[in-house]
């Protein structure tokens, strides 16, 4: 029996000495091993739902698409406020005197990149010309292609809605758009001018040519890769496809034939001292390569931040503790790798509305202010969003031209006594109605996700404490907006995020045309404030505009359709070895700015994840105790059976 | 045997079509068509834009039933019909998203979901044969009890906190292995190595209790007996005669479990971010994607029928006793 004993433990050192030797090879670095690129890592929480650009409508979507893609007018990345510059276009665009007719000059000499589909040059990328903004925006306007962004041009280029109307009829008949027809408003007088003719005034025209729904195609990528061509982007711009495996990662590269683009060389005040002009006119893109990880766990995502093996992230309210101290501050921890925090106010507004065709809520405006009073913001601030948010008094957020810091809502300041005190002169003292019975309200919400609950419950919570009852209801997304059509809907809460930086955006949300089915959800219909939105929205952001802009928030106000509820404010880390990070509120194409310290970057890497190596070896020594003992107590029992 | 095969093949046609049926159903509950068509086309969608995506996809037909169609084709040209139609001669068509044909990912997705599966269950199996024969070995003892203990506790904790604290033990706290991502190739390794020792050492419980009652059952029996008396030692005992005799429950349980080594693994593959096909069907599922869906399920259904099917013909090979008819 002991020369067995002795041969188990033979075999158990043997089998230990490989697996130490294993582990002393051992790496936590998830990436090929790098070269003498600069290469950006991140982190994509899932894959883009395809790279066609007249899909582009969400964020994460975008994000990828206008690193590749290119459009006419793009946002200068370090002034402020938000304006825009020409990116493909060569100036900005020449309006006639009754702000109909665009005029836009091309860029000569812009490329596309190289790729297979131009066969006529033999895969050479062809040059860019008018021509391929009229075939994208057709494009845009084409049922066919599930297009995101139609609603921005509906209804406002000469000829373009027949040419959407006709392609709904033609993808029901199973066929495809001719897109040889020619779209009155739309034309190339020449190989370097583009030409838009509007049916009414519409400034906000320069916004929707900034983004990537209205980008340069190349008609040969789309005939030629056909339904792939979601897969396959060939674009103008700073970066190129190198892969994309699915779940798995995205990879751009530096695009060689990216046409003369530099970093700029004005910004705001203090971007000088902040470093952030450094690079001025240097040739863009900074980086040879952006490399994503597609990680959908939020946990695995934010642990890879902290090793270093991703360039930024956001913080979750899991982890948030462990970033940031209670006074909003970086936690040591956190300071000591040297990683910095941005905070950033968003262009969000998130707000409860109530539908003013509902005979309780519609009709009665001190009931509306009620609520509205009795509406605890900071205690959502704090407890809902770690204190990322500030408390909305209006549907203009901060930052946009037309927000008034000084606005203060005399019926956003929570104050429980006052809320009783309205709903009594609203005819429902402590709640109770004229009829004898207390005041129920209906509130919905468009998604079970448990965030969602949980906001619906703090309102009840509200209202009960002056004496209102809440029935929340849960609704899919599909069904909340059917009820909004239906107008079934009594109070609920919603958000609104920009889609391009002016105040019409926002204040379009109660412009009483737009009712539901449209982004009015409230279906609020203020004659006045209808005839101030008409005039508001063809207005260049003069003092004029502001003036009228604050007497619509006034109004707004006033009338209590909506409860603002808050502005979010994004905090984002970078790790020390990115640089030019300056938040923007416009997702776009802005990783051609950004540059990393590559040395710095591994250097940190490698000091960061050492294997453990002691941690290790007491491991393997308890673990080889324990074999030991075993073999101890095995020869015992042996010896035990062994006596008859 | 061929009269017992084919007869067994028959029988899984009203099960594959049964199981689509019902997924169908099910899928057609959960993930209207109206909802998909808000999806796909964003938060600007009109009732018209929705009508009309609903239109051009034929998802506005009925399920069972359509009425407008008339005579014999209300009963044929029907989404149930349309969908099955395709399904049964593996058109599974391409993906929501990325228009990718959806055959092509399921081969493609293989290939990581079968490095990461085929190592789980071989290694799975030859360490659990070997931990339970030397459990069965000291019957009765401390090691034993010991055992138990130890496998009880492995059986009845979630894989989920074997995954979070391997990755906050090995990767994050030892910086072992990296906590996520995946390589082709040979570099493929460093990432398998944590998620494959988690698999395995999970299984280990239920596999050595089963293995250990399958094990003892035997030991109880008369040629064991007179094999001791013989003389015979009780390693030789254990690993020739015991152990042969044993097969059968032993290969229920992983013949049955091959093809399914091809379907991936759901939580392993989502949690360290590995591109195989159990990751695809959770992405599938958060996209409300039915084609892919539909499209595993079927191929589930097909590889449990076939997996049942081995698994008896197993049984002639160990058992010569077992006859098929």
């Not at chain 1, 209202?463 to 599909?478: F, H, P, S």
């Not at chain 2, 939580?267 to 869906?293: K, S």
């Amino acid at each position: 029996m002991r020369r067995g004993a002795s041969r188990f433990a033979r075999a158990f050192w043997f089998g230990l000495l490989p697996l130490g030797l294993l582990l002393v090879g051992c790496s936590n670095d998830p990436y090929p091993p790098p070269g003498d690129e600069k290469v950006m890592y991140g982190v994509l929480g899932e894959d883009p739902h395809g790279l066609d650009p007249v899909q582009a409508g969400d964020t994460l979507s975008h994000g990828i698409i206008s690193q590749m893609y290119e459009s006419l007018f793009e946002y200068h990345y370090l002034e402020r406020p938000y304006a825009l510059k020409p990116c493909l276009a060569e100036s900005m665009p020449e309006v006639s005197a009754d702000g109909l007719v665009y005029t836009i000059r091309i860029k000569r000499g812009v490329h596309f990149q190289d790729d297979a589909c131009f066969v006529a040059t033999g895969g050479k990328g062809r040059e860019l010309t008018a021509g391929d903004f009229v075939y994208a925006i057709k494009r845009l306007a084409d049922f066919a292609n599930k297009p995101r962004g139609w609603w921005l041009l509906q209804g406002k280029v000469v000829g373009l809605d027949e040419f959407n109307e006709e392609s709904v009829e033609t993808a029901a008949a199973g066929g495809k758009m001719d897109y040889d027809q020619p779209v009155a408003g739309l034309s190339a007088p020449d190989r370097y001018t583009l030409q838009i003719r509007l049916k009414e005034r519409y400034p906000q025209l320069k916004y929707a040519l900034q983004m990537s729904y209205t980008a340069a195609v190349p008609r040969e990528a789309v005939e030629y890769y056909g339904e792939d061509f979601v897969n396959r982007p060939v674009g103008t711009g700073p970066f190129r496809l190198k892969e994309w495996r699915k779940r798995w990662k995205l990879v751009l590269e530096r695009n060689p034939t990216h046409r003369d683009d530099f970093y700029p060389d004005r910004g705001e005040p203090g971007d000088r001292e902040a470093g952030l002009l450094d690079a001025a006119g240097s040739k863009l893109p900074l980086v040879d390569e952006v490399y994503y990880t597609i990680v959908s766990e939020a946990q695995p995502a934010w642990l890879l931040f902290k090793q270093g093996y991703r360039d930024a992230s956001g913080i979750s309210k899991d982890n948030f503790n462990q970033a940031i101290t209670p006074a909003k501050e970086l936690s040591d921890e956190f300071e000591a790798k040297g990683i910095r925090l941005t905070k950033f106010p968003e262009m969000v507004v998130y707000y409860v509305a109530f539908n003013m065709k509902n005979p309780v809520v519609g009709t009665n405006k001190k009931l509306r202010q009620a609520m509205s009073l009795a509406y605890d913001t900071e205690w959502r601030i704090e407890h809902f969003a770690n204190g990322r948010a500030v408390s909305a008094q209006g549907p203009i957020p901060p930052g946009m031209f037309g927000y008034d810091p000084e606005l203060k809502n005399p019926y956003k300041q929570f104050d429980p006594e006052k809320a009783r005190q309205k709903l009594a002169e609203a005819g429902y003292p402590g709640g109770i109605g004229p009829d004898g019975e207390r005041l129920e309200i209906t509130y919905d919400i468009g998604s079970a996700v448990p965030a969602a609950r949980q906001a619906a419950l703090v309102f009840a919570g509200d209202m009960e404490a002056i004496g209102i009852k809440v029935d929340i209801q849960t609704n899919t997304w599909a069904e909340f907006l059917r009820k909004n059509k239906d107008g079934r809907l009594q109070v609920f809460g919603v958000g609104w995020i920009l889609d391009y930086p002016d105040p019409e955006n926002f204040l379009q949300l109660l412009y009483g045309p737009n009712k539901a089915p449209g982004p009015n959800g409230s279906n609020y219909d203020n004659p006045e404030f209808n005839r101030l939105f008409e005039r508001m929205k063809a207005m260049d952001d003069t003092p004029e505009r502001l003036v009228i802009i604050r007497k619509m928030v006034d109004i707004v106000v006033e009338d209590a359709p909506w409860i603002p509820g808050t502005h979010s404010v994004s905090y984002t880390l970078h790790h020390q070895w990115v640089k030019n990070v300056k938040p923007h509120a416009i997702t776009g194409g802005n990783l051609k700015y950004r540059d990393v310290d590559m040395q710095l970057c591994k250097r940190l890497r490698r000091q960061w994840n050492r294997p453990n190596y002691g941690a290790v070896g007491v491991f393997l020594a308890v673990t080889a105790c324990a074999a030991l003992l075993l073999g101890a107590l095995r020869r015992g029992s042996a010896v035990r059976s062994a006596q008859p | 045997m061929t009269a017992y095969i084919v007869r067994r093949v028959l029988y899984t046609i009203p099960l594959v079509l049964g199981v689509c049926f019902f997924t169908f159903v099910l899928f057609d509950m959960v993930f209207s068509p109206r909802e998909l068509a808000i999806q796909e086309l964003g938060k600007h969608a009109d009732e018209q834009q929705i009508a009309d995506l609903m239109r051009s996809r034929g998802w506005d037909k009925g399920l069972f039933y359509n009425a407008e169609a008339g005579g014999l084709k209300s009963l044929t040209d029907t989404r149930f019909v349309n969908h099955m139609s395709k399904l049964l001669l593996f058109r599974f068509g391409r993906t929501a998203k990325t228009h990718e044909p959806i055959g092509r990912k399921i081969r493609e997705g293989m290939v990581p979901s079968l490095t990461l599966t085929v190592p789980i269950f071989v290694l799975g199996l030859i360490i659990g044969i070997c931990l339970s024969l030397m459990v069965a070995y000291f019957q009765a003892t401390y090691l034993d009890l010991g055992a138990v203990v130890v496998c009880v506790a492995f059986m009845s904790i979630s894989i989920l906190v074997y995954i979070l604290a391997g990755q906050w033990l090995l990767a994050q706290h030892l910086r072992l292995f990296p906590i996520y991502g995946y390589a082709g190739g040979i570099h493929a390794g460093r990432f398998l190595i944590l998620p494959i020792a988690i698999a395995v050492i999970k299984g280990l419980g239920g596999d050595v209790r089963f293995y250990r009652t399958v094990l003892l059952e035997e030991v109880g029996r008369d040629y064991v007996r007179t094999a001791r008396a013989k003389g015979l030692g009780e390693r030789l005992i254990l690993f020739k005669h015991v152990l042969k005799n044993a097969m059968i429950p032993v290969l229920t349980r992983t013949v049955l479990a091959i093809p399914f080594l091809f379907m991936g693994s759901l939580l392993l593959e989502n949690f360290f971010g590995i591109p195989g096909l159990g990751n695809m069907t959770i992405e599938a599922v958060a996209n409300g994607d039915t084609r892919v869906m539909a499209a595993m399920v079927y191929l589930g259904a097909l590889l449990f029928a076939f997996g049942n099917l081995m698994t008896d013909i197993s049984y002639t090979l160990v058992d010569p006793r077992v006859r098929l008819r």
